[in-house]
């Protein structure tokens, strides 16, 4: 039987290769997304060249309403979801003493209550199936920490422990919580770094290079095949940083 997949924030970046990926390897993928809804349309218009069918559904995930209609969709069209990939969400370059209450406030929200409303609305149904996979896409400063991110990195930082609580929670019912925590990737949202800071940064990597958003969807692509790992963060960084 075919595997359901819900991948927030796939019109873009890392979570439009997921979503890609995903599909070639014959899931059927809900790719959400919402305000880019022309790429979310070339992402649904390039895969259906090659024959495969994904579906886009526009939702804000930080907002819990929202967050029950894609799940209703989903479960009312396919009956089931067997993977959730907890992609979407924002970031910001500021020094911590500027960063205001609404700075804060957004960071939290797009990134740590959409993973929180996802995540919870979703494992009703996969408790029920007692099988389910769930993929968090942190960052390399939820490990270490990154200057002028604080907010970012708290709100990374706040989904590695999640995941790790969650995955002891859920495994009696053979669900599997996992973060890829990706290093430096080759995306828009890395747009702020200078070349000369890339440059800096692929001398400092012991592979020698950026990462690519296709790193991180094999990376995902193997988590959900594999079946004995639970509650661990994975962090394709190149060797930039290893703990």
Known sequence: MQKIAIVTGASKGIGREIAKTLAINGIKVIANYNKSENEAIKLKEELEKENINIEIFKADISKREDVKKIIEYVINKYGKIDILVNNAGISQYK????????????????????????????????IHEKSGCIINISSIWGMVGGSLETHYSASKGAINAFTKALAKELGPSNIRVNVVAPGIIDTDMNKKLTDEELKDIENETPLGKIGKPSDIAKCVNWLIEDEFTTGQIISPNGGWVIT
């Open 95 to 126: 020094l911590f003493t500027d960063i205001t209450d609404e700075d804060w406030d957004n960071m939290i929200r797009n990134n740590l209550y959409s993973t929180f409303y996802m995540t919870q609305e979703t494992v009703k149904h996969m």
